[in-house]
């Protein structure tokens, strides 16, 4: 299956976040050789009862836009990279579903908080409804309190990244991006996957012998189909890795991605009826709430359109 990054939006709102979204859009964009969209939405607030004429919102509006393009043409000068600003009115989280469809982003990027009006992004809300609408990968960025690691000269790395397995079909786009950044970024990749249950059915029968020697046989099965999944990687440079945990997805992912000190994590998502909630309970949800290191959502379907 063929992966090809030619678009990247990153959204930012001149928040003290910016140089931390840039960092990651500008870090990715370079690597894979993509060209990076600069976008931020000017969402200027009616007021229905003391609603100002047609004519002073337009200039106001217009006003926002044209500082908006100053701000961002100069946050940008010290960056190296193929951009192209991408300024829209309305509310953000519509407007970057539009935008990524418009200019077939291949990936969007946006700090966890500050891309709302309000320069706080509930994250629960913004990945439901950028879920939704996205039909891209969607990557999540914890924020961090100091932006003075983010500066324009330090270099962009990604060392350890870890996949969300959960054997379903959800579990293939992001096995997918996972071999392709770690190749990109010659990154050591851990394949995670979490016991629930005490015996899956559909991989072991509880009859095959006593407790202890189903949960054995039940754990062998898995690590053989997780590692299965890049044995034959050509790459010699390729490092993967396979783990099993207990418990729920969630907190299971979240504790490991702390303990290896891990640069990213990759989760797949399922749809649910019309209004497509996100996947298995609210596991993707939880990672996103909790996660250290920077999450990346990918939606069913996107590797087999590129492919």
């Given amino acids: ?30 690597r894979v050789g993509a ?8 969402n200027y607030p009616g007021d229905e009862l003391y609603a100002a004429p047609g004519s002073e919102h337009e200039m106001a509006v217009r006003k926002m836009v044209t500082r908006a393009a100053h701000r961002i043409e100069g946050i940008m000068k010290p960056y190296s990279v193929n951009w192209v600003p991408v300024i829209t009115q309305g509310d953000p989280a519509v407007m970057v579903t539009r935008v990524a469809e418009q200019e077939n982003a291949d990936l969007v990027m946006a700090v966890s908080h500050g891309i709302s009006a309000l320069k706080r992004l509930l994250v629960g809300a913004v990945v439901e409804r950028m879920a939704r609408g996205l039909g891209c990968p969607f990557l999540v960025i914890p924020p961090k309190k100091s932006s003075k690691i983010f500066k324009p000269k330090i270099s962009f790395s990604l060392k350890k990244m870890v996949v969300g397995c959960d054997l379903s079909s959800a579990t293939s786009p992001a096995l997918e991006y996972g071999r392709y950044f770690a190749k990109f970024f010659n990154a050591e990749i851990h394949l995670l996957h979490t016991l629930e249950s005490p015996v899956n059915e559909d991989i072991v029968d509880k009859t095959e012998g006593s407790y202890g020697e189903v949960q054995q046989t039940l754990q062998q099965r898995i690590y053989d189909k997780l590692f299965n999944i890049y044995k034959d990687e050509t790459d010699a440079n390729f ?32 749809r649910h009826g019309t209004i ?7 596991t993707t949800e939880a990672v996103i709430r909790h996660s250290p290191c920077p999450v990346l ?3 069913p379907g996107v590797v087999s359109q590129k492919a």
């Fill in 297 to 299: 959502v990918v939606p």
């Fill in 35 to 42: 060209r990076l969209l600069v976008f931020h939405s000017v």
């Fill in 239 to 270: 490092k993967f890795k396979v783990a099993l945990r207990t418990g729920m997805p969630g907190e299971a992912l979240t504790r490991y991605v702390k303990q290896e000190a891990a640069d990213l994590m990759i989760v797949g998502i399922k």
């Fill in 276 to 282: 497509e909630k996100l996947l298995v309970g609210s």
């Fill in 1 to 30: 299956m063929i992966i090809q990054l030619k678009n990247i939006l990153c959204a930012i709102d001149f928040s003290r976040h910016t140089n931390q979204m840039l960092h990651y859009g500008v870090g990715f964009a370079n």
